[in-house]
């Protein structure tokens, strides 16, 4: 929708008013400006005029963000309200999770315990290193004097009859031989052990590491149960209570920066062409109908949304001087994306612009006798159009 709103010299930017506590529903819309009365008689004026194409919109946050848990349980403690100032890290919320401390203990006790048996495993498992490295040279000794005896046995014995001359020396060999079976008994049994107790350390290790996991994954669980201020901001809601339920990644509330704002608008897609990055925007806040403040595009969406079964294409306005801005979320706000700005111009209600055939004209009061009087027009609209000839600031005009 195209139209033209006049501005009188004094409707430049006024002083802002002070800041606000703010506002988390839109008011509802500004009244317009109204057509001269009937009847009445108004003075023509400079002043300044825009043309413009108008659009709703809502004041929102360009640092905003969603509160949420990231684990399912049933809200114990809420720290905030609506309206609340507060500071990144603040404590928002908070989860039941006596379960979750219970779980933890369990799996923290357990990595305990399984790290103390590894590092016992372990020493052992180190321990039979020397063990049979000792049972080695013992095996090697006693294998080295079976067979000494034995040679000595066979150089007295060397026939079956001969034994009974060697009995002495046999005796010695199956000394040396029964030395030498212990030894190699003990050998093969620390090998073996060692072997089991290496199977410990590994099991001993995947255990330490499975509880230690496990315990890990609980705290981030149970951290995950504190929900904190992910920014310095205003909490806009809280839409849960204690008791209540909650999903993990469900939303219960919203935070945004009051000091960075902007307007979010859904412009008609007849009306998008008309619309480009930087463009000078004006913009009245509900509840602050006196005050205007510019800004400008900062953002056109590339593709359009469906609003109110139309085609709408999304448009974020920046203010021009933060500063100057009250601090209202989520308020309502008329924007008026102008087209065309001229200043100083010569400006009369719009309705009291008459035609007669090409001719337009209007009455004038002069002298206490009504003429009509011809006009040329520039720029007009609903309310106010610029004259270009034919008549005088401070002249006095009819409304028929």
Known sequence: MLFVIG?????????????????????????????????????????NLMQTIGARGRVSSVRESFLFFNISGVVSNLNVAAGDQVKQGAPIAQLDAFQLEQDLNLANYETARTDLLLKQAHARLVSYDFKIETTSTLYTRTLDLRNQTFQIYKLKAPMPSDHIRAIDEYTKYQQAEE?????????????TEKQI??????LYTKLHLYHQKRAESLQSRLNGAKLVAPLNGLVISIDKNVGDAVTAFEPIGA???????????????????????????RIVLDGFPNNSFAGKVKEIASRASIFQGKNVYRV?????????VPATLR???????????????????T???????????????REGKVERVPVEIGANGSTQTEIV????????????
């Open 255 to 281: 935070i945004a920066d009051p000091s960075q704002l902007q307007v979010e608008v859904s412009v008609p897609e007849t009306d998008i062409p008309s619309v480009s990055l930087n463009q000078a925007v």
């Open 331 to 349: 308020t309502g706000a008329d924007v008026a994306f102008v087209l065309q700005a001229k200043d100083d111009v010569l400006l009369v209600p």
């Open 179 to 191: 030395a030498f079976m212990r030894a190699a008994a003990e050998l093969n049994s620390l090998k």
């Open 389 to 400: 000839s034919g008549l005088n600031e401070g002249e006095q005009v009819l409304i028929p």
């Open 7 to 47: 501005l009188g010299i004094a409707a430049c930017d006024g002083t802002p008013a002070p800041r606000a506590i703010p506002t988390f529903a839109p008011r509802p819309t500004t009244t317009p400006t109204l057509p001269a009365a009937k009847g009445g008689i108004v003075k023509v004026a400079r002043g």
């Open 197 to 202: 107790t290496a199977l410990d350390v590994d």
């Open 351 to 365: 309705n009291a612009i008459q035609t007669d055939g090409l001719t337009r004209y209007v009455n004038v009061l």
């Open 316 to 324: 974020l306005i920046a203010f021009d001087n933060q500063t100057q």
